[in-house]
């Protein structure tokens, strides 16, 4: 069946908010924790909810670090967070084409709908699910169904792209084909050990992949 829906993460895979995450756990954690983590400890949170995270470092302070980070984080979007290359250019196409777009992220949905705001994008995706809205993150593939559901698709017309083991997992799971992102923070390597069905070295390449003809 050709595929006729996409299914994006977002942060690290259509913006690049990593240094925004980064500096966030950073402030709350030299707030919360004695102990120093460093920026590669800190790496190894992105993906997980934020409750998750936190619970590893400190589980009877989980909703007052939740809280300071949310309030970082939201501060200073503007400040970090910009789309990565190609990305509003090959989503527009998309959205153009007639696909059904969607987003599927742990993120809560204040956060989500700022980073959409500032970076053009809010105008081409009519399905977002966050983590508001499930009882399971991702990797369960909960998120993926409740997001095909509203978009009223066939999970083996749609394609599941990400930059975390959580995204491919989650696709694999849910029964998509999933699409790794080159550039994810935590090094391609981490994602083809996962066997995603396409590996993108820019966001361009899903519209080879889906056989997308562009007039220049």
């Avoid at 756990?25 to 998750?52: K, M, V």
């Avoid at 990565?84 to 989500?112: N, S, Y």
């Avoid at 980073?115 to 998120?143: N, R």
């Avoid at 978009?151 to 491919?168: E, T």
Wanted: charged content about 25%.
């Amino acid at each position: 069946m050709k595929v006729d829906t996409i299914l994006f993460d977002l942060d690290g895979t259509l913006i690049n908010t990593n240094e925004l995450i980064i500096a966030s756990f950073t402030h709350t954690l030299e707030h919360y924790c004695p102990q120093t983590y460093s920026r590669e400890d800190i790496i190894s949170f992105i993906g997980l909810p934020l409750i998750d995270s936190f619970k590893e470092v400190d589980e009877s302070s989980v909703a007052e670090m939740v809280k300071m980070y949310k309030a970082h984080n939201l501060a200073h979007h503007e400040q970090y967070v910009h789309a990565f290359e190609g990305v509003v250019d090959t989503v527009k196409v998309l959205h153009e084409k007639g696909f059904k777009l969607g987003i599927v992220t742990t993120k809560m949905r204040d956060a989500v709908e700022l980073g959409l705001e500032i970076t053009g994008l809010s105008d081409y995706f009519t399905t977002i699910v966050t983590l508001d809205d499930v009882e399971q993150a991702k990797p369960h593939p909960e998120p993926i169904f409740k997001a095909l559901d509203k978009l009223q698709a066939d999970v083996n017309s749609a394609i599941m792209v990400g930059d975390s083991r959580y995204d491919i997992e989650a696709g694999k799971n849910a029964g998509t084909m999933t699409a790794a992102v080159a550039w994810t923070i935590k090094g391609r390597e981490s994602l083809e050990l996962r066997n995603p069905d396409f590996m993108l070295e820019e966001m361009s390449d899903l519209l080879r992949v889906l056989e997308v003809e562009v007039v220049v």
